[in-house]
């Protein structure tokens, strides 16, 4: 009997890996005709006789997680771009160091890839220098240009949506919230704000602005320095109007259960996340406004995926969707440039997309924003629908230099900066 | 029917024996990652052989060579440490933050040793202590250890000076530290009174204590070897990646682990265990992970090919050779 079922197990592990070996195939299937620019179908195709030839060229992409919206990216890249373009796509499982990040940067070099695209975070000098030593062109997402490796050749620079200009969003969108003509107690999640995130801290204070000025507060403290709390922080407002400052990420069991405690204080009715927690924290939200009675709002930042749709969509105790508005980083369309860089970089023609030869250069992407399920869902179908991608393949050919020599830093950096939600709607 | 079944029976005896003999077992796990060498290079053209890409392939395998060299003694001992890369992560942030207190290099390697050999020296003592099976003791150990560095971190991240880690990795000063504790390892392994202990201790815990040696005291023994394991590992990893986080060696338990049964170490320790067997395997998983990858399989579908790697290499070690009674 012990023998049988060691013959059964070693049986059913066969039956496993040959249905992993069918699963390989099918992702080796051409991809589906109606979201693909294959060569055959394309207007590139028709046009051939005044296309460049274009080179093959392999491109790595290191994801930090492997959301629903990573995924749309991932077939974005994959399914639009890459046939567009003969330009072959090795994506990474999740990465979550830097250690798994330099793994994968070195294995997509000795697979032939030629550059990289960089979405985790962390040690991004030592990932950086690991590229520029393998001879992989390098675009990562970081807010910030890392100083100490700017000057290594291979850094072509960020594509990010800036700490101050998503402040500035966020500020819009808060004010638009609070200025309703009542006195709102609120709860900001500042998540990185005092640990090093410039977007986190900008965003904070941009909040906390706001609240001062919409509630004439008087802060005792500086702002900037409430902004940096890195523990829990009921602020000093000199008024009856309520702020809360919650830092941290939910790493460990006592985040959600630390919000929630405060929010059954049922003093709080607004929930601002400056980073993409609210799916954390919506039982918590729910239970609070059926114990109190009352509408909670919350705003958050957030991507185009199923969460955020489902969030919107999803009607609370009052018929109010669960989130109140988003501002939502564009996930595709950032790859788009992330790409442009790269795909030139690997062009020869690095320096001519700088803003300075020989030094990583800063690229925004804003990010979009929107209020209700309505906006919300026209919003989404910029980043996931071929059919209205922000970026398809035939305007992505003006930015890159087999097609258009003359593009610049100013061409490419112009062309995302003034890329709003708003303006690819009308258009 | 009766014929088939006894004919089967003497199949499966034929292959058990086959997978018996001294030699095979010894040759196997070589063999296998001579084999992927070469299948891989003939897949991708020459590519897989070339000196930079078996350059990285050394540098991915010796993080988790190093710590599962030194959590070989455990296994030899019959017992499975699986708080191995809690205890690495945590002895990393800990030397992290000395190094931000005393900005001196030496203080920090310093500290990673003491640290890594005090936590397995905690590990050890609770198990035999409270006699609770090794197992048991760092699946809790696993937990707490973690929780402990979430709140030294914070949610923060520890980064190095750029120049500092990109100066330690010029010098190939992981493989120094490297080879030193291998040979170390070796040299106590197998030709010393500690390994021949520990691989007693392995093979039959009963027997053992009836012939005078402590299993209490050369588990304690074998911790106190992959501490430095541990310590030294820690190290590496702030050379690798040159920042600490929350995430920092997320997978290297489940890579050490895979490494010595992929290398061949029974997973019952005993007298069959072999201190190379980590490094073997720990190079036959990088192997395995950069071909693959260089070949075209997807990143997702490389994580199943790993599990199912694993569930074989413990089903095929499973049998435990007939021995005299020992737990029972």
Sequence with gaps: MKKFSKILAILLIAVLMLNLAACGKKNEKTPDASNTASPSSTPVQNEVEQEPTLKPHKIAVA??????????????????????????????EELSNAEEVISFLETAYASGCEGVMVFPTDGLDQVIAKADELGLYVVTNSADIVQSVKNLPHYVGNVSSGAKITAGIFSEVVMKLVSDGEKHNVIIVSGGAGMGSSQHYETTVSILQVLQSTYNLNYSSPIEEIARSTSP?????????KVYIYPGFPYGDSYVSGLSSVLQTGEYDTVICCFNAFSQFSVAIDEVEKAFGKNIRVVSLSSVDDTTA?????????????????????????????????????EGGVDQIRQTPGEATMFIMPMW??????????????????????????ELKQFLIVYNPSVNYETIYTAWYTCTAQSLMNR | MEKAISARSGLFTKLMS????????????????????VIFTVATNGRFATQKNIKIIMDQTLIVATVATGASFIYASGNVNIAMGACTALTATVAAKVYLATESVITMVASALFFGVFLMTVCALLSTIFNVRVMFVTIVMMVLLANIKAVILKGESIAFPYELISALQRSNISYIIFGAYFVFCYIIFHHTKVGRAIRFVGSNEVCSEQTGISPKKWLMVAFLISGIGVGLGAFLVIIRSGTITSSTVGSLNMDCMLAIVLGGMPIYGGSRSRSYAALIGAMTVSVLNNGLLMMGVD????????GLLFLILV?????RPELLPSRE
């Design chain 2, 299 to 306: 990143a997702t579908v490389l994580q199943g090919v790993r």
């Design chain 1, 310 to 346: 489902s969030a919107f969509n999803t009607l609370d105790a009052f018929g109010n969707p669960s989130i109140d508005a988003v501002i939502v980083k564009p996930l595709c369309a950032m790859s788009a440039e992330m790409f442009v860089l790269l795909y030139n970089a690997i």
């Design chain 2, 315 to 319: 089903l095929a070690g499973s049998e």
């Design chain 2, 18 to 37: 086959i997978k018996e003999n001294r030699w095979i077992e010894r040759l196997l796990p070589v063999a296998i990652l001579a084999v992927l060498a």
């Design chain 1, 63 to 92: 994801f930090a997680s492997l959301s629903s919206a990573d995924i749309m990216q991932k077939n974005y890249l994959e399914n639009v771009v890459g046939p567009a373009f003969n330009t072959e796509f090795v994506f990474s």
């Design chain 1, 233 to 241: 922080l009921e602020v000093d407002t000199g008024s009856d109007v």
């Design chain 1, 369 to 394: 924003y929107a209020y209700g399920a309505d906006e919300y869902n026209a919003l989404s179908n910029l980043d996931n629908s071929p059919e209205t991608y922000a970026f398809k393949p035939e």
